[in-house]
């Protein structure tokens, strides 16, 4: 069985310099696949609630949060403003720019950035941020660039499986009222 706690402390160096975590959308945060409804909304993605839920515990905890994707629709848009995500880059493939607006705003170095996303045009972001990480269904060449691959596939609670091993290195438990 997948033992954060354990990968956490492999990475202990890099994870524990994290400040704000960054993710695609399309392969990481969602499965990949769209679904077309046929009406004017446009494509339909499936999220999963455990990462969507890591993604608040990390802004509830004081760590920064924010979305760079090459696709841009009302979903996502929708998705990410209900759980309040601050940082939202949408429509570009080349997400350098946005990458380094975010670090610039938030007044953080690259080492302090973790990066998740799953396609070639990600490369330039995975190698550049303190920790990277990618999905299994990933292309050999991004596994191959990135400081760990995920057990959990893509939009199956992968963004979770990252942010639990953040959360264990720097000691962050979700807040819990009984």
Avoid: W
């Avoid at 596939?153 to 953040?166: F, N, Q």
Wanted: hydrophobic share 35%; glycine share 12%.
């Amino acid at each position: 069985m997948l033992n954060t706690r354990e990968l956490g402390e492999k990475y202990k160096d890099k994870l524990s310099k994290i400040k704000i975590v960054l993710f695609d959308v399309d392969g990481i945060l969602t499965d990949g696949k769209l679904y077309y409804s046929g009406n004017e909304v446009g494509y339909n993605r499936f999220f999963h609630t455990h990462d969507g839920y890591g993604l608040k515990i990390m802004m509830e905890a004081g760590i920064k949060v924010g979305i760079i994707s090459g696709g841009d629709s009302l979903g996502v848009k929708k998705r990410f403003s209900d759980l309040g995500i601050k940082h939202l880059y949408l429509g570009s493939e080349d997400k350098r720019a946005a990458f380094n607006e975010i670090l610039e705003k938030e007044g953080l170095s690259k080492e302090q950035a973790l990066y998740m996303g799953d396609e070639f045009f990600d490369l330039p972001i995975l190698k550049q941020a303190g920790f990277s990480a990618t999905v299994p269904s990933a292309s050999i060449e991004v596994r191959e660039q990135v400081d760990y691959v995920t057990s959990y596939d893509s939009g199956e609670g992968c963004v979770r499986e990252v942010i639990d091993m953040l959360r264990h290195v720097q000691g962050i438990v979700p807040h819990i009222e009984y």
